[in-house]
Nanobody
Framework: QVHVVESGGGLVQPGGSLRLFCEAS????????FGWYRQTPGEERELVAA???????NYADSVKGRFTVSRWNGKRTVYLQMNSLTPDDTAVYYC???????????????WGQGTQVTVSS
């Protein structure tokens, strides 16, 4: 069984920073990529940043230069460093992990439960 857990959300003032963590645990044969998404009420979930199996990282235009995705302490955890936050960054942030859970079989996407980020003075 695979679990994906996000942490690190909270309340921050405009211009401030937060670091979100995403950890995948459980039976994992290989891990292909991580993706960070965010969603506000009534809106579609949107991509924030995503790694690829080749190691490339793609960022949404709205966060380029402010957000950075990095691996943390091994291969099953990634964090999202968010700087220069604005109220428009307020959302629930979700982590999606694409991985192969068994020695033989396809890859699947697993989502975390989300963590709230609120940017407000």
């Amino acid at each position: 069984q695979v679990h994906v857990v996000e942490s690190g959300g909270g309340l921050v003032q405009p211009g401030g920073s937060l670091r979100l963590f995403c950890e995948a645990s459980g039976t994992i044969f290989s891990l292909n990529s991580f993706g960070w998404y965010r969603q506000t009420p009534g809106e579609e979930r949107e991509l924030v940043a995503a790694t690829t199996s080749s190691g490339r990282i793609n960022y949404a235009d709205s966060v380029k230069g402010r957000f950075t995705v990095s691996r943390w302490n091994g291969k099953r955890t990634v964090y999202l460093q968010m700087n220069s936050l604005t109220p428009d960054d307020t959302a629930v942030y979700y982590c999606k992990v694409n991985l192969v859970p068994a020695l033989v079989g396809p890859a699947y996407d697993y989502w975390g439960q989300g963590t709230q980020v609120t940017v407000s003075s």
